[in-house]
Every structure is written in structure tokens, then in C-alpha cells.
């Protein structure tokens, strides 16, 4: 739902990169997007697309040697991308949240989930811990955990796995975030609680009015939950628009391989398209597009040239048929070997 | 949670009995007793009934059981080697060594825990690398090297302070203590310093792993995503995560210090018994080395014991609790 | 072979080797010491433990650079039998390093045999294996050690004792030491004789016992390794404890330890360099090590990747 409305979040030219000592990986390169207040943005593609990354630097929480190269990064506005670690330390928790993949590992085991809410809220609001106490049993009904009053004493290892995300979520809003930078929420739970926490993420979201970036390879959770989505590839972004349509228009060939790919129900007989080769390797990223080796509409300008994010239907695609000089000559791929 | 207990119980008791075990197979098999008890040239009827008296010719679990028996009432014979009773012998020495390895635990802790906590949170500093580098020297130097360098520092070059004995003990009751004069304490030093030095090291090196590792966890990365502070993180989260395993582990190295202690009587002739224990290994004095091991043995194991219930009470997913399913999702 | 060499020289593992100054120092200096104590018999001015080439009136002579006193045919000064301090130290040397490594290979051999016993066995054996091993836990290395040597006192003469003397450190070092290797072992055993592919194998009728080794070994030698190098400092270390007390090497083979126990007792009346000068070469000996020992665990460690 892009309105009028300022940006809540505009992520410019960000570079991140990872000194090793082999030279220098880079593992996002050049990707800008924006996220407005409420919406929710999916961000969508392979193990080590760098989409999690791009999460990290977002909530200045990149491990070394990792580190942001260039780019900016403005929340309402403000840059904190360069902010100090205390100025940032202030933003994470009260201005963006973040929720992790395992629920398990990430609460500590030794503190009760009563007293890591409680901490929360007074490391960023100046309440009683009376006062927190109360927030934090309002917050742990809100997120659906039965027979909270006692509950909140408890400790991590007594919930279950889809409680402890319930928790993990309880935790991430507490402190009242415009923006939750989400990690894989889902990809540790069962298949069966995976619907009941986006279900439940999302309508919390909308109750809260926060911003969420859901970072996931599963293309399903996207099409449930985002307004928007970006495809990342190979550390760039793909293809980014409105979820409806790049899930049925397709504009990019990857994002098109992507869609192909997953099963339908109620289609029968045809075969999915499966894309061949595999992204590359971070230090082996080819000249020109990044995906012109799998891709099969490839012209000699996608070897050469690399393509910004531009117009196509109702999306951006990065990739030269969208371009008014198209890809230039076709060069077809080699048949891919065994 | 009682039957965590009892089943500790039970196992300390048959520790207690393996070592049992062994130390009444050195007192029956090794060497012989008869010869250690009586001249050279007493008549094979004396030595006979001498057996007999001893109980030596009873099948051999009887004897066992004897031997358990009079362990657990303290009674462990007569050295070989002064034939006064051994317990008492122990008993004068104990409180030496207690009072020994009691102030090398405490310097290695009050020492160890924080320098390992700050190499732990900073590890990349230079005051951490250079403390990372003389905690490898300590790991590397033998105890008794320390003992002798510090003797030839302290003592003979500098002459600040004694290298051997006690100093000056008062006693209370059976125990004597050299806490309550300077002298006393004086001597206590560099015996200290040099028996805590390794675990010191060792405590140190432990705490600062433990705390890398911690730090690398999820759950203190979720709580930097929520903003709390480093204190909160360092303090409150990290430390409390690093200390339940570090606990297990110091408590086993107190152990160690104990036994450790024979090196360090024997460089500074510190009269407890440890010292009595390298005595009897080289006089072969049996009854000496098998009590001295069912004391280890018992220490030992009310240590293990000591740690597993602060183990116990310090985390809770060992306390009941499992897995509540409190209705739906 | 040029390109197993090229391999290596291009893997991790080098790259982090030459990276670290204090550890290819340490490669150095453990090198130098180990060259130097194994030629001793080439190297050394003098056979100190060659009665007959002792003379007291070379006794208690200080280093070189202390004095009038001092002698270049005898830098490092001589104890009160006239006895050479360098050449006695590389001898020294040589046999602490000969304990240290038989001991931890001593070790090694009984806790691996033990660990595969009782992973595969299991039942009694495991039981009785690992409550010995429990047990033999609860006390540390040196009084396992000296218990044993107590007994072999016992059972033997103290002069057939001081022959063998080398014999009986070793296997008492190496059986107090054998404990992590075997559970180690036995975790990596039972971890491999769940998986399928050892039932497979029993289907069809080839011999789980191979097919384990082959696939348990290699998962083994990394954290066998690192529990070695561990080892290796706490055997030479151990070793000199022993030969200190008196109930190790004794005077007429003696290692560094014994070297040490020898210059202690003139320590008092100042003749310093007796013991110190065997005290520093066993400090950098098994610092070396450990220095080693560290980077090989951190380049072994696949969470430091």
C-alpha cells in the first residue's frame, strides 16, 4: 500500500561487504528499496541471496568482519546506518525489532519469559516494574498464550515451540517498534503452527500499525502476509512490486523460474520448471547479470552490461528485456552438463 | 528432584567402594605386610600368628569387609614406616593442607573469574592478548618450577620471605591454624600463590572461552536486537550463561588443588599431607597411601556431590518444568 | 606429491600457521629443542653421565658469563659432581621428550582400543569400562600416576625399579591419561553404530566391525589430535612432577625434572644455575608445545571457520 506518505524505511545503495583472505566478498551489492509505516515487505530468495544480511545491516547487528561499505540507511528519515553503537543501541528494540529463526536458542534459558519482557520494557520505557509486569502480561494474551498469569513466570524450555515464537514476538513489540526486521520466523516451526504465527505476526502488525521486513525463502508465507515483495539474487534484488503481481506476472526470469517452480493444486500433468545451474558463488559472480548463466532469454548485453531495477508492468525488474534496447543478440546457453 | 539426589547418593557410595576396593587390594597384595611389621629374623611361628591375629589368613571378601569397616570408623592400621596409627598421623597433617589449598582456591578465583570475564568481553584489546599470553605461561610451567623460582626470588635473593614450614600455628582444639599469626600467614604465601597459580589459569581460560561462546549465541543476539544495554547483556545475560558450566568445572579443579597440594608441600616443606603421601610412595609404606586415597576418594566424591546440587539450583531446566503443554499453539 | 604439497601450502591451515608469529616461533623452537636433544649424543661437550669422565675438581663451577670463575668448556656452569649443566640438559632433554611422547601415545593406544570396546560391545563391557574410567576421573592425572608407581615399588625392587624406571613412567603417565581418548572414542562409536548404513552393511553380510573403523577413525582424529596436543604438555609436565618428587626418572637417567630435583638441594647454599637453567629449557619446552597445541586446536575447530 505505497502512499503519499514518507518512507518509513528507504535502504539506498547498500554495500555490504566481508573482507576474507581470498579479497573481498561481496554479499549485497547496490540494493535500495523502501518500506512505508504499516506495510509489510517481503523479501524473498535463496540460502545466501543475501537477504539476511541485509536484515543485519538494517538493525546494525552485521557480525565482523562484516561491514557496510556504502549505502544508506534512513528510518523516518533519520540516518542509522553511521550512528554510534549507543545512539543504535536506542533505535533497536524501541524504533525496529527483530525476530530470529529459532525460537529455542533464542530466548536465554536461565530467565523466565516474565523477566526478559519486563527488562525490555524498562530498558526503554521509563516504567515501574509493576508497570512493565502488567504490559507484559497484556502483551503475552495479546500474542495468544493461555493461562498467561502464571505463564509469565515460566521458564523458555516449558513452552513449546510455537509458544516460544508467540514469546519471541511478545519480545520483538514490547518496546513499540514502527519496524520488525523478521528472520525466517517460520522455518523452524511445524508445518501446522507455521499458518497460526503468520496469521497471528500479521495481525498484530496491523493492530500496531508496525512496518514488518519478512525475510524468507518461502514463497507461500510471502504470498499470505507481504503487500509488497523484492526477489533477491546473488546479492541484488531481482524483481520488487506488489506481491500479487510478481507472483502472477512475473517480470524477471528468475522470479518467472521461481513461480514455475512451486506446485499448484488443481494443475495437473505439467511438469515444474526447475532452473538450471545454481546461484553463484559469492566470489564467482559474472560479469554483466548476475544470473545471465541460467537464464534463458540472455543476450550478449546481459553478459556485458549490468541492469538496474527499472519499470516492467506493475513491478521493477533489473533485467534488459524490460529495457527499450532490449538484450541485444541472443546467446543460448551451452546445454548445461550432467 | 529427590530422586536426582538419591541417585547421586548412590553413586558416590559405589565410587566410594571402588575406591575402597583398590586401596584394600594395595594394603592385602602389595608388599607384604608381615615383613614391614616385624624384624628380619623372627621365627616363621611368630609371623603365623601374627597373620592370624591380623585377620590376614580370612577369605578374602571377610577381609574386604573388615577394611570397609574400619575405614568407615577411621581406623586404618599402623604405618609401615613409624607404625604410629595412620589416622592420627592424617589428622595432624589434614589441617595444613586444608588450610593450604582453602587460600590457593580463593586467590585462583578472585583472580581468575574477572580477568577471565574481561578477556572474555574484550577480547581484541591488548591488555587481553597480553593476559591471554602469560596465562599460557602459567598453564605451561610446572608447579614446582614455580614454587622454585618464587623461593629463589622471595627467599634467598630478596630474603622477604620463608621457603619452608608453616611459620608460627596456634591451636584450636585438633586443628591448628596459621591464619592467627603474621608469621603464620607469611608462610602461607608463596605456598599459595604457587599451588593456585595453575588453576588460576585454568579458571581464567575457561571463563574466557565459556564467554566467547556465549556471546556468539542467538539469545544474546535477539537481546542486542532488543536494545537492552551492554551491562544488561554483559551482566545480567552473558556472565549468568558463563558461570553454570564454569561452576561444575572450578568445583572439580578445587579437587585438583587438593590433590595438587603434594607438589607443593614437598618444594616448600609444608607439613601436610600431601607431603606425607610422597613419603609414603617412596618408603612404600601402604597403609599411608591406601588412607590417603579413600580421603581423595571421600573428598572427591562430597565435591562432586557439592557441585552437582549448585548445578542443580542454579539452572532451571534441570529443576522439574519440562515441557507444559498448556493447550493449543 | 608436488601436489599434495601444493594442496597443503594452499589450505586453511597453513594460511593460518604463517599468520600467527608466536606460533611459528614456537614451531621453531620446539623444532630446535627437539634437534638439539635427539643429537645430543653428537652435540653435547661433554657425556655427564659417564662416570669416568667426571672430575670433582670441575664441580660447582658457574656459567661463563658470572665470573673468574667460569669456564668456557662448561657454559652453563657445573654441579657439584662436575657434571656439565648444558650437556646434562640436553639429555635431558631428549629423555623428557622420549617420556612425554611415549606417554601420550601409550594413552592414546589403550583409550582409543578401550573407547571402540566399549562404544561397540556395549553392555558390561561398556558398564565396567566407563565406571573404571568415572572413577579413575575423580583423581587427577599425578596421583593416578604416582599410585601406580607406588605400586610397581611395591611389587618390585627399588633397584630393578630405578632399570626400568623409563618403562614404568610411561605406563603410568600413559594410565592416567587414557580416559578422554576412550570417551571420546566410544561417543563417536555409538553416534556411528546407530546410523544406517552400519545395519546396511550387516544386511549385506559385510563386516560392521570395518565398515565402523573406516568411518569412525576419520571422524576421530581431529578431536583425538587435539586432546594429544593437550596431552603432550601435561605428560612432559607430569613427567618432571614425578622426577622431582623422586619417584620418577632417577639420577643416573635423569630428565629434566630429575635435573631439577638435583639443583634444588644446593639452591639454598646459591648455586642457582644448577636449577634454573634446567627449569627455563622445561618452561620454554613446554610452552612451545602448548603454543603449538593452541593453534592446532583453534585451526581444527570448525566453529572458528
Same mark, same amino acid.
Given at each position: !500500500?505505497?502512499?503519499?506518505?514518507?518512507?518509513?524505511?528507504?535502504?539506498?545503495?547498500?554495500?555490504?561487504?566481508?573482507?576474507?583472505?581470498?579479497?573481498?566478498?561481496?554479499?549485497?551489492?547496490?540494493?535500495?528499496?523502501?518500506?512505508?509505516?504499516?506495510?509489510?515487505?517481503?523479501?524473498?530468495?535463496?540460502?545466501?541471496?543475501?537477504?539476511?544480511?541485509?536484515?543485519?545491516?538494517?538493525?546494525? @547487528?552485521?557480525?565482523?568482519? $562484516?561491514?557496510?561499505?556504502? $549505502?544508506?540507511?534512513?528510518?523516518?528519515?533519520?540516518?542509522?546506518?553511521? @550512528?554510534?553503537?549507543?545512539?543504535?543501541?536506542?533505535?533497536?528494540?524501541?524504533?525496529?525489532?527483530?525476530?530470529?529463526?529459532?525460537?529455542?536458542?533464542?530466548?536465554?534459558?536461565?530467565?523466565?519469559?516474565?523477566?526478559?519482557?519486563?527488562?525490555?520494557?524498562?530498558?526503554?520505557?521509563? @516504567?515501574?516494574?509493576?508497570?512493565?509486569?502488567?504490559?507484559?502480561?497484556?502483551?503475552?494474551?495479546?500474542?495468544?498464550?493461555?493461562?498467561?498469569?502464571?505463564?509469565?513466570?515460566?521458564?523458555?524450555?516449558?513452552?513449546?515451540?510455537?509458544?516460544?515464537?508467540?514469546?519471541?514476538?511478545?519480545?520483538?513489540?514490547?518496546?513499540?517498534?514502527?519496524?520488525?526486521?523478521?528472520?525466517?520466523?517460520?522455518?523452524?516451526?511445524?508445518?501446522?503452527?507455521?499458518?497460526?504465527?503468520?496469521?497471528?505476526?500479521?495481525?498484530?502488525?496491523?493492530?500496531?500499525?508496525?512496518?514488518?521486513?519478512?525475510?524468507?525463502?518461502?514463497?507461500?508465507?510471502?504470498?499470505?502476509?507481504?503487500?509488497?515483495?523484492?526477489?533477491?539474487?546473488?546479492?541484488?534484488?531481482?524483481?520488487?512490486? *506488489?506481491?500479487?503481481?510478481?507472483?502472477?506476472?512475473?517480470?524477471?526470469?528468475?522470479?518467472?523460474?521461481? !513461480?514455475?517452480?512451486?506446485?499448484?493444486?488443481?494443475?495437473?500433468?505439467?511438469?515444474?520448471?526447475?532452473?538450471?545451474?545454481? !546461484?553463484?558463488?559469492?566470489?564467482?559472480? *559474472?560479469?554483466?547479470?548476475?544470473?545471465?548463466?541460467?537464464?534463458?532469454?540472455?543476450?550478449?548485453?546481459?553478459?556485458?552490461?549490468?541492469?538496474?531495477?527499472?519499470?516492467?508492468?506493475?513491478?521493477?525488474?533489473?533485467?534488459? @528485456?524490460?529495457?527499450?534496447?532490449?538484450?541485444?543478440?541472443?546467446?543460448?546457453?551451452?546445454?548445461?552438463?550432467? | 528432584?529427590?530422586?536426582?539426589?538419591?541417585?547421586?547418593?548412590?553413586?558416590?557410595?559405589?565410587?566410594?567402594?571402588?575406591?575402597?576396593?583398590?586401596?584394600?587390594?594395595?594394603?592385602?597384595?602389595?608388599?607384604?605386610?608381615?615383613?614391614?611389621?616385624?624384624?628380619?629374623?623372627?621365627?616363621?611361628?611368630?609371623?603365623?600368628?601374627?597373620?592370624?591375629?591380623?585377620?590376614?589368613?580370612?577369605?578374602?571378601?571377610?577381609?574386604?569387609?573388615?577394611?570397609?569397616?574400619?575405614?568407615?570408623?577411621?581406623?586404618?592400621?599402623?604405618?609401615?614406616?613409624?607404625?604410629?596409627?595412620?589416622?592420627?598421623?592424617?589428622?595432624?597433617?589434614?589441617?595444613?593442607?586444608?588450610?593450604?589449598?582453602?587460600?590457593?582456591?580463593?586467590?585462583?578465583?578472585?583472580?581468575?573469574?574477572?580477568?577471565?570475564?574481561?578477556?572474555?568481553?574484550?577480547?581484541?584489546?591488548?591488555?587481553?592478548?597480553?593476559?591471554?599470553?602469560?596465562?599460557?605461561?602459567?598453564?605451561?610451567?610446572?608447579?614446582?618450577?614455580?614454587?622454585?623460582?618464587?623461593?629463589?626470588?622471595?627467599?634467598?635473593?630478596?630474603?622477604?620471605?620463608?621457603?619452608?614450614?608453616?611459620?608460627?600455628?596456634?591451636?584450636?582444639?585438633?586443628?591448628?591454624?596459621?591464619?592467627?599469626?603474621?608469621?603464620?600467614?607469611?608462610?602461607?604465601?608463596?605456598?599459595?600463590?604457587?599451588?593456585?597459580?595453575?588453576?588460576?589459569?585454568?579458571?581464567?581460560?575457561?571463563?574466557?572461552?565459556?564467554?566467547?561462546?556465549?556471546?556468539?549465541?542467538?539469545?544474546?543476539?535477539?537481546?542486542?536486537?532488543?536494545?537492552?544495554?551492554?551491562?544488561?547483556?554483559?551482566?545480567?545475560?552473558?556472565?549468568?550463561?558463563?558461570?553454570?558450566?564454569?561452576?561444575?568445572?572450578?568445583?572439580?579443579?578445587?579437587?585438583?588443588?587438593?590433590?595438587?597440594?603434594?607438589?607443593?608441600?614437598?618444594?616448600?616443606?609444608?607439613?601436610?599431607?600431601?607431603?606425607?603421601?610422597?613419603?609414603?610412595?617412596?618408603?612404600?609404606?601402604?597403609?599411608?597411601?591406601?588412607?590417603?586415597?579413600?580421603?581423595?576418594?571421600?573428598?572427591?566424591?562430597?565435591?562432586?556431590?557439592?557441585?552437582?546440587?549448585?548445578?542443580?539450583?542454579?539452572?532451571?531446566?534441570?529443576?522439574?518444568?519440562?515441557?507444559?503443554?498448556?493447550?493449543?499453539? | 606429491?608436488?601436489?599434495?604439497?601444493?594442496?597443503?601450502?594452499?589450505?586453511?591451515?597453513?594460511?593460518?600457521?604463517?599468520?600467527?608469529?608466536?606460533?611459528?616461533?614456537?614451531?621453531?623452537?620446539?623444532?630446535?629443542?627437539?634437534?638439539?636433544?635427539?643429537?645430543?649424543?653428537?652435540?653435547?661437550?661433554?657425556?655427564?653421565?659417564?662416570?669416568? +669422565?667426571?672430575?670433582?675438581?670441575?664441580?660447582?663451577?658457574?656459567?661463563?658469563?658470572?665470573?673468574?670463575? /667460569?669456564?668456557?668448556?662448561?657454559?652453563?656452569?657445573?654441579?657439584?659432581?662436575?657434571?656439565?649443566?648444558?650437556?646434562?640438559?640436553?639429555?635431558?632433554? =631428549?629423555? #623428557?621428550?622420549?617420556?612425554?611422547?611415549?606417554?601420550?601415545?601409550?594413552?592414546?593406544?589403550?583409550?582409543? +582400543?578401550?573407547?571402540?570396546?566399549?562404544?561397540?560391545?556395549?553392555?558390561?563391557?561398556?558398564?565396567?569400562?566407563?565406571?573404571?574410567?568415572?572413577?579413575?576421573?575423580?583423581?587427577?592425572?599425578?596421583?593416578?600416576?604416582?599410585?601406580?608407581?607406588?605400586?610397581?615399588?611395591?611389587?618390585?625392587?627399588?633397584? =630393578?625399579?630405578?632399570?626400568?624406571?623409563?618403562?614404568?613412567?610411561?605406563?603410568?603417565?600413559?594410565?592416567?591419561?587414557?580416559?578422554?581418548?576412550?570417551?571420546?572414542?566410544?561417543?563417536?562409536?555409538?553416534?556411528?553404530?546407530?546410523?544406517?548404513?552400519?545395519?546396511?552393511? =550387516?544386511?549385506? /553380510?559385510?563386516?560392521?566391525?570395518?565398515?565402523?573403523?573406516?568411518?569412525?577413525?576419520?571422524?576421530?582424529?581431529?578431536?583425538?589430535?587435539?586432546?594429544?596436543?593437550?596431552?603432550?604438555?601435561?605428560?612432559?609436565?607430569?613427567?618432571? +612432577?614425578? #622426577?622431582?618428587? /623422586?619417584?620418577?626418572?632417577?639420577? +643416573?637417567?635423569?630428565?629434566?625434572?630429575?635435573?631439577?630435583?638435583?639443583?634444588?638441594?644446593?639452591?639454598?647454599?646459591?648455586?642457582?644455575?644448577?636449577?634454573?637453567?634446567? #627449569?627455563?629449557?622445561?618452561?620454554?619446552?613446554?610452552?612451545?608445545?602448548?603454543?603449538?597445541?593452541?593453534?592446532? =586446536?583453534?585451526?581444527?575447530?570448525?566453529?572458528?571457520?
Amino acid at each position: !500500500m505505497a502512499t503519499n506518505n514518507p518512507p518509513l524505511l528507504e535502504v539506498k545503495n547498500l554495500r555490504v561487504e566481508f573482507p576474507t583472505r581470498r579479497g573481498t566478498l561481496l554479499a549485497v551489492d547496490n540494493v535500495s528499496f523502501e518500506i512505508s509505516p504499516g506495510e509489510v515487505l517481503g523479501v524473498v530468495g535463496e540460502s545466501g541471496a543475501g537477504k539476511s544480511l541485509t536484515g543485519n545491516a538494517i538493525i546494525g @547487528l552485521l557480525e565482523p568482519p $562484516g561491514r557496510i561499505a556504502a $549505502g544508506e540507511i534512513r528510518l523516518e528519515g533519520r540516518r542509522i546506518d553511521n @550512528l554510534p553503537y549507543e545512539e543504535m543501541r536506542k533505535v533497536r528494540g524501541a524504533r525496529i525489532g527483530a525476530i530470529f529463526q529459532d525460537p529455542l536458542t533464542s530466548l536465554n534459558p536461565l530467565y523466565s519469559v516474565g523477566r526478559q519482557l519486563v527488562e525490555t520494557i524498562q530498558t526503554h520505557k521509563p @516504567l515501574s516494574t509493576a508497570q512493565a509486569r502488567a504490559r507484559a502480561l497484556e502483551l503475552l494474551k495479546e500474542v495468544g498464550i493461555p493461562g498467561a498469569e502464571h505463564r509469565i513466570d515460566h521458564y523458555p524450555h516449558q513452552f513449546s515451540g510455537g509458544m516460544r515464537q508467540r514469546v519471541v514476538i511478545a519480545l520483538a513489540l514490547c518496546a513499540g517498534p514502527r519496524l520488525i526486521v523478521a528472520d525466517e520466523p517460520t522455518t523452524a516451526l511445524d508445518v501446522s503452527i507455521q499458518a497460526q504465527i503468520i496469521a497471528l505476526l500479521k495481525r498484530l502488525c496491523r493492530e500496531h500499525q508496525t512496518a514488518v521486513m519478512l525475510v524468507t525463502h518461502d514463497m507461500g508465507v510471502i504470498a499470505e502476509t507481504a503487500d509488497r515483495v523484492a526477489v533477491m539474487y546473488a546479492g541484488r534484488i531481482a524483481e520488487i512490486g *506488489p506481491v500479487r503481481d510478481v507472483i502472477k506476472h512475473a517480470q524477471h526470469p528468475y522470479t518467472k523460474g521461481l !513461480m514455475g517452480s512451486i506446485p499448484h493444486l488443481g494443475e495437473r500433468g505439467e511438469r515444474l520448471t526447475q532452473i538450471e545451474g545454481s !546461484m553463484p558463488r559469492l566470489t564467482e559472480i *559474472p560479469k554483466g547479470c548476475a544470473f545471465n548463466p541460467r537464464c534463458t532469454f540472455r543476450g550478449e548485453r546481459c553478459l556485458v552490461d549490468r541492469p538496474e531495477l527499472m519499470a516492467a508492468g506493475a513491478s521493477r525488474a533489473a533485467c534488459w @528485456l524490460h529495457d527499450a534496447r532490449g538484450v541485444g543478440v541472443p546467446v543460448v546457453r551451452e546445454p548445461a552438463s550432467a | 528432584m529427590l530422586a536426582f539426589i538419591l541417585r547421586r547418593l548412590v553413586q558416590s557410595v559405589a565410587v566410594l567402594l571402588v575406591v575402597g576396593l583398590v586401596s584394600f587390594s594395595l594394603f592385602r597384595y602389595v608388599g607384604d605386610p608381615i615383613n614391614g611389621m616385624v624384624g628380619q629374623d623372627t621365627p616363621a611361628s611368630e609371623r603365623e600368628a601374627l597373620k592370624e591375629k591380623l585377620g590376614l589368613n580370612d577369605p578374602a571378601p571377610v577381609q574386604f569387609l573388615h577394611f570397609i569397616g574400619n575405614a568407615a570408623k577411621g581406623w586404618f592400621g599402623l604405618s609401615y614406616r613409624t607404625s604410629e596409627p595412620v589416622n592420627r598421623m592424617i589428622l595432624e597433617r589434614l589441617p595444613a593442607t586444608l588450610e593450604l589449598s582453602f587460600c590457593a582456591a580463593l586467590f585462583a578465583l578472585l583472580i581468575g573469574l574477572p580477568m577471565g570475564v574481561y578477556t572474555g568481553l574484550y577480547p581484541r584489546h591488548w591488555s587481553s592478548r597480553a593476559l591471554q599470553a602469560v596465562s599460557l605461561l602459567g598453564v605451561s610451567l610446572p608447579t614446582f618450577v614455580i614454587g622454585i623460582l618464587l623461593i629463589l626470588v622471595f627467599s634467598v635473593m630478596l630474603r622477604w620471605l620463608p621457603s619452608f614450614g608453616r611459620g608460627e600455628t596456634v591451636n584450636l582444639g585438633w586443628w591448628t591454624t596459621g591464619f592467627l599469626r603474621w608469621k603464620g600467614i607469611e608462610a602461607l604465601i608463596m605456598p599459595a600463590i604457587t599451588l593456585g597459580l595453575f588453576q588460576l589459569t585454568l579458571i581464567m581460560r575457561l571463563v574466557r572461552s565459556e564467554m566467547l561462546e556465549v556471546m556468539r549465541t542467538d539469545y544474546i543476539k535477539f537481546a542486542r536486537a532488543r536494545g537492552l544495554t551492554n551491562r544488561a547483556i554483559n551482566f545480567g545475560h552473558a556472565l549468568k550463561n558463563t558461570l553454570v558450566p564454569v561452576i561444575t568445572i572450578t568445583g572439580l579443579q578445587l579437587g585438583s588443588i587438593i590433590a595438587f597440594s603434594v607438589v607443593t608441600e614437598t618444594v616448600f616443606a609444608w607439613p601436610g599431607v600431601g607431603q606425607l603421601f610422597i613419603q609414603s610412595v617412596q618408603f612404600v609404606d601402604i597403609p599411608v597411601m591406601a588412607a590417603y586415597l579413600m580421603l581423595i576418594g571421600l573428598l572427591f566424591v562430597l565435591i562432586n556431590l557439592a557441585v552437582d546440587l549448585l548445578y542443580f539450583a542454579v539452572d532451571p531446566r534441570l529443576r522439574g518444568g519440562g515441557l507444559a503443554r498448556a493447550g493449543g499453539h | 606429491m608436488a601436489q599434495w604439497i601444493a594442496r597443503a601450502a594452499d589450505s586453511d591451515i597453513w594460511w593460518s600457521f604463517k599468520s600467527s608469529v608466536t606460533t611459528v616461533i614456537a614451531a621453531i623452537v620446539t623444532l630446535l629443542i627437539i634437534v638439539v636433544a635427539f643429537l645430543s649424543p653428537v652435540l653435547a661437550p661433554h657425556t655427564p653421565f659417564d662416570p669416568s +669422565t667426571l672430575s670433582l675438581t670441575d664441580g660447582l663451577k658457574p656459567p661463563v658469563f658470572m665470573g673468574d670463575d /667460569g669456564d668456557w668448556s662448561f657454559p652453563l656452569g657445573t654441579d657439584d659432581q662436575g657434571r656439565d649443566v648444558l650437556s646434562s640438559i640436553m639429555y635431558g632433554t =631428549r629423555l #623428557s621428550l622420549e617420556v612425554g611422547f611415549a606417554s601420550v601415545v601409550v594413552a592414546m593406544l589403550l583409550g582409543i +582400543t578401550l573407547g571402540l570396546f566399549s562404544g561397540y560391545f556395549g553392555g558390561a563391557v561398556d558398564s565396567v569400562i566407563m565406571r573404571i574410567a568415572d572413577v579413575q576421573l575423580t583423581f587427577p592425572a599425578i596421583l593416578v600416576a604416582l599410585l601406580i608407581d607406588g605400586i610397581v615399588r611395591g611389587i618390585l625392587t627399588s633397584q =630393578r625399579h630405578d632399570e626400568i624406571a623409563v618403562f614404568v613412567i610411561v605406563g603410568a603417565i600413559g594410565l592416567s591419561f587414557w580416559v578422554q581418548y576412550a570417551r571420546t572414542v566410544r561417543g563417536s562409536v555409538l553416534v556411528e553404530k546407530n546410523k544406517e548404513y552400519v545395519q546396511a552393511a =550387516r544386511v549385506i /553380510g559385510l563386516s560392521p566391525i570395518l565398515i565402523m573403523f573406516r568411518h569412525v577413525l576419520p571422524n576421530v582424529t581431529g578431536p583425538v589430535l587435539v586432546i594429544g596436543t593437550i596431552n603432550l604438555g601435561l605428560a612432559i609436565i607430569t613427567e618432571a +612432577t614425578l #622426577s622431582f618428587l /623422586g619417584v620418577g626418572l632417577p639420577s +643416573t637417567q635423569p630428565s629434566l625434572g630429575t635435573l631439577i630435583r638435583l639443583g634444588n638441594e644446593l639452591l639454598q647454599s646459591g648455586e642457582w644455575w644448577i636449577t634454573l637453567f634446567p #627449569s627455563i629449557t622445561l618452561a620454554a619446552l613446554v610452552l612451545a608445545v602448548n603454543l603449538l597445541g593452541d593453534w592446532l =586446536r583453534d585451526a581444527l575447530n570448525p566453529k572458528l571457520r
